[in-house]
T-cell receptor
């Protein structure tokens, strides 16, 4: 499975946008880019995923570089409730198991 | 009601004891997974199952076994618990991959296991 690299931690102010980067230089052509987050004392939850085009949903946006070697998860207006560990994960087109890295711990200041 | 439930939520046991952690889901998914999480680390896959007759080892299956009793139930056993199996254990489910399916994984609330 191809590997991802994320910063260990990031800080944001409440109600400001947050850009969480992920590098995946060894991504294969069929790998999807998935993002999950884990709120304190909870199991991970799905945030968004994409293949080549940028994606938007009610939680976030995913911007994928043209060469697909990096991507950015965008939270448009961070809230205190968005404080969590965010995981960027690559998955083949057959789905199945998730390989978690260390993720980025996002803290949000009031 | 939660879609993915885990029992027990907390368990303290002693070295050498047999422990079973149970997971049930009402999402009708074929695929189920067991992960463990150690403090400050991401989740690591222990076992996974793509249907009732299918069992696969993950990254760290040594010391664990599983049973897929039905589509909705997937149990994780520690035959003889040891202290380094102290961790947070998560069960997850997902639909089969295929056209129009995201194969999103849905996680349970976790079981905190302490082995003394």
């Amino acid at each position: 499975d191809a590997k991802t690299t994320q910063p260990n931690s990031m800080e944001s102010n409440e109600e400001e946008p947050v850009h969480l980067p992920c590098n995946h230089s060894t991504i294969s052509g069929t790998d999807y880019i998935h993002w999950y987050r884990q709120l304190p004392s909870q199991g991970p939850e799905y945030v968004i995923h994409g293949l080549t085009s940028n994606v938007n949903n009610r939680m976030a946006s995913l911007a994928i570089a043209e060469d697909r070697k990096s991507s950015t998860l965008i939270l448009h207006r961070a809230t205190l409730r968005d404080a969590a560990v965010y995981y960027c994960i690559l998955r083949g087109n057959q789905g199945g198991k998730l390989i978690f890295g260390q993720g980025t711990e996002l803290s949000v200041k009031p | 009601d939660a879609d993915v439930t885990q029992t027990p939520r907390n368990r303290i046991t002693k070295t050498g004891k047999r422990i079973m952690l149970e997971c049930s889901q009402t999402k009708g998914h074929d695929r189920m997974y067991w992960y463990r999480q150690d403090p400050g680390l991401g989740l690591r896959l222990i076992y996974y199952s793509f249907d009732v007759k299918d069992i696969n080892k993950g990254e760290i299956s040594d010391g664990y076994s599983v049973s897929r009793q039905a589509q909705a139930k997937f149990s994780l056993s520690l035959e003889s618990a040891i202290p380094n199996q102290t961790a947070l254990y998560f069960c997850a489910t997902s639909d089969s991959a295929g056209p129009g399916r995201t194969d999103t994984q849905y996680f349970g609330p976790g079981t905190r296991l302490t082995v003394l």
